[in-house]
């Protein structure tokens, strides 16, 4: 610029003056126009190809040579390699999923620590199990604004781990593991201390958790299938304001369990084939201020069971099948059950309280035989869903035996015209004559 305005003032000496303004409109037009092409350099991206037979051959090499913006294309091959740290914002792409074997690593395969950072298309195996460090597959350490999309996983201790991160995608992905015991295994998608998390669209099979999130508020958890996993599908624990919609949590451990959790909205979930001594579709402990709506419940030991869970709404579900439709404990208060299907359950309800601290409303009972002369689609009667034979093999467990026995059905109808031992004010007031349909 000085060399510019010494060429105008030169030009003036020389007799030119007339053309200075024509000089320094020409002046401003270019650098302007050299303002804009630095400003696009700066902003182009370089690719870097990592193939075996060229001349970046390992992903490690191809991250310390990137700078922040470039992508990465890793083609078809097996690299053997683990402890990747990526520093910097980069783009990694897997063309027909490469393999990134850990070997049995004792440390993670990729770690992020930049922010932006996309990985998409990798085949990411073997990670060693480790009972002093949280080893994954891919692990997003203190970032902001990642994307995990559509990788594979498989046999890696803990699949994709994220922690003090916030506003990252995990979308697609396949996280299959291998555990046996819940001392040995790890989660498929593990999230501690996170914030605004989407995790969408993920199979996670045979972990400890399919997914677990731990201080984790305001993430939406929608359209995965967590199946065959040792301990829960989903767990909560200390997590606010979160969002599950849409997800199958089927032959786990238990399904899902929420704990010490407050504002959880659980939609159009199905909790299917979850068996076992202490096993559940839903498992509710000390959670307040929640709905749970328009789900599915089938052939669980236990559909919902609740354990100081206060100020729920659970409407327009379906509880087909299960062992127990619902356990409530007497520490259970304040919750509204209006609208659902009660279908084909051994026992609907098992409570110890006498349920006057929750509201049964406008349910559809299978098991109910009442009458509705004013044909109103109502009951005339109320339905009592806790039943004498329920409450007996609550103490005594072994008795279950009889359930189909021509006995068991005595007792009942006992009960029914002369209630004794049930609990009095745990009724529905006004039971629907037709399933309501969906």
């Known amino acids: 610029m000085q060399r510019c305005r010494l060429s105008i003032k030169a030009c003036k000496g020389m007799g030119m003056g007339s053309n200075r303004k024509l000089i ?37 090499e191809a991250v310390a040579m990137a700078c922040a913006g470039d992508a990465i294309v890793i083609t078809q091959g097996v690299y053997r390699e683990s402890g990747i740290v990526i520093d910097k914002k980069l783009h990694i792409i897997g063309r027909g999923f490469p393999i990134i074997d850990g070997g049995d690593a004792n440390e993670d395969i990729l770690v992020v620590r930049s922010d932006g ?28 604004n990642c994307t995990i999309r559509n990788n594979r996983l498989s046999n890696t201790f ?28 790890g989660n498929a998608l593990h999230l501690w201390k996170c914030r605004n998390i989407v995790l969408e669209n993920n199979i996670l099979k045979r972990h400890r958790d399919g997914i677990y999130i731990e201080f984790t508020d305001s993430t939406k958890i929608s359209n995965n299938l967590s199946e065959n996993n040792l301990r829960y599908g989903l767990h909560f624990m200390f997590s606010n304001n979160n969002t599950y919609i849409e997800n199958t949590f089927r032959s786990n451990g238990a399904g899902v369990a929420v704990m010490f959790s407050k504002h959880i909205v659980m939609q159009k979930n199905l909790f299917e084939n979850n068996w076992g001594g202490a096993s559940y ?50 520490s259970c208060i304040g919750n509204e059950i209006t609208g659902n299907n009660f279908i084909a359950n051994t026992f609907d309800v098992s409570s110890v309280s006498s349920g006057a601290s929750n509201k049964y409303s406008r349910n559809y009972w299978s098991s109910y035989s009442g009458y509705d002369l004013d044909k109103d689609g109502v009951g005339d009667t109320p339905y009592h869903p ?31 015209v002369a209630p004794a031992l049930t609990p009095a004010n745990l009724k529905d007031d006004s039971p ?3 399933m309501i349909k969906r």
């Open 117 to 144: 950072t996309r990985i998409e298309g990798l085949d990411i195996r073997n990670v060693k199990t480790n009972y002093v460090k949280d080893l994954a597959g891919i692990a997003l350490m203190k970032v902001r």
């Open 386 to 416: 806790v039943s004498l034979f329920c409450y007996l093999s609550k103490r005594v467990p072994e008795a279950i035996i009889l359930q189909r026995s021509l006995f068991v059905h005595m007792i009942n109808f006992a009960e029914k």
């Open 24 to 60: 320094f409109r020409n002046w401003r037009f270019a650098r302007i126009a050299l303002i804009f092409l630095l400003q696009g350099n700066a902003g182009l991206s370089g690719t870097l190809v990592v193939s075996q037979n060229g001349k970046i051959k390992t992903i490690g």
């Open 158 to 185: 803990f699949g994709i781990y994220l922690q003090n991160s916030a506003g990252c995608i995990v979308s697609g992905n396949q996280v299959i593991g291998e555990a046996a015991q819940e001392a040995s295994s």
């Open 432 to 434: 629907l004559m037709k």
């Open 281 to 330: 579709g839903l498992l509710l402990k000390d959670i307040t201020d929640s709905e749970i709506a328009e789900n599915i419940f089938r052939k669980n030991t236990i559909g919902v069971y609740g354990e100081s869970a206060s100020r729920i709404n659970l409407t327009g579900n379906d509880f087909e099948e299960n062992g127990w439709a619902m356990k409530m404990t007497g």
